[in-house]
Antibody
């Protein structure tokens, strides 16, 4: 069956970095995209970006202000999201999710997220 | 960037009633790249609808999506107890963005 299993909860100090992993199984990793979405406590969903698992092509939300980097390791079917210069408002549950990859009028596009990881709580606190 | 605005913020209905949730985009959503998700407390979101009107695998027929351009609607024809949750619309494609959500609560 299709699974996305994320790494465990993290506690970080302001200014530090965190790297969340998302190990996938049950599908051909290189044929899909991985999106990252976060949810602050009691708040809605915030889209962070997506990456094509094979090529590494990616798009990021402007709000990340260049602090985030998404990568994939095709040898282990694992995706990663690193966030640097952490602030207290980065405290959230971070989700990875699988999406389709297709070509659209603007180039390469990603499709809606049909399978999700269980979420990783990242707490930023001094 | 496209901004998605969902209404109402909270919808109070009883089981068996019909629910209509709205999602309005600040500019036209290309090729109807619009999806709807359901989220229950402590769980990851669940894809319900994509392409504005196509039900995802395993989603019951009481869920339907419609709309194009800037105005989209999720309709739940007859509410079941398990349908009370938060619903999000999402634009996808080159970039993504979510609406702020509609909370569907039991009246």
């Amino acid at each position: 069956q299709i699974q996305l299993v994320q790494s465990g909860a993290e506690v970080k100090k302001p200014g530090a970095s965190v790297k969340v992993s998302c190990k996938t199984s049950g599908f051909t990793f290189t044929s899909y995209t991985i999106s990252w979405v976060r949810q602050a406590p009691g708040q809605g969903l915030e889209w962070l970006g997506w990456i094509a698992a094979d090529s590494g092509y990616s798009n990021y939300a402007q709000k990340l202000e260049g602090r985030g980097t998404m990568t994939t390791d095709t040898s282990t079917s694992t995706a990663y999201m690193e966030l640097r210069s952490l602030r207290s408002d980065d405290t959230a549950v971070y989700f990875c999710a699988r999406g389709s990859l297709f070509y659209c009028t603007t180039g390469v596009c990603y499709g809606p997220e049909d399978y999700w990881g269980q979420g990783t709580l990242v707490t930023v606190s001094s | 960037d496209i901004v998605l605005t969902q209404s109402p913020g909270t919808l109070s209905l009883s089981p068996g009633e019909r629910a209509t949730l709205s999602c309005r985009a600040s500019q036209s959503v290309s090729s109807s790249f619009l999806a709807w998700y359901q989220q229950k407390p402590g769980q990851a979101p669940r894809l319900l609808i994509y392409g504005a009107s196509t039900r995802a695998t395993g989603i019951p027929g009481r869920f339907s999506g419609s709309g194009s351009g800037t105005d989209f609607t999720l309709t739940i024809s007859r509410l079941e107890p398990e349908d009370f949750a938060v619903y999000y619309c999402q634009q996808y494609g080159s970039w993504g963005t979510f609406g702020q959500g509609t909370r569907l609560e039991i009246k």
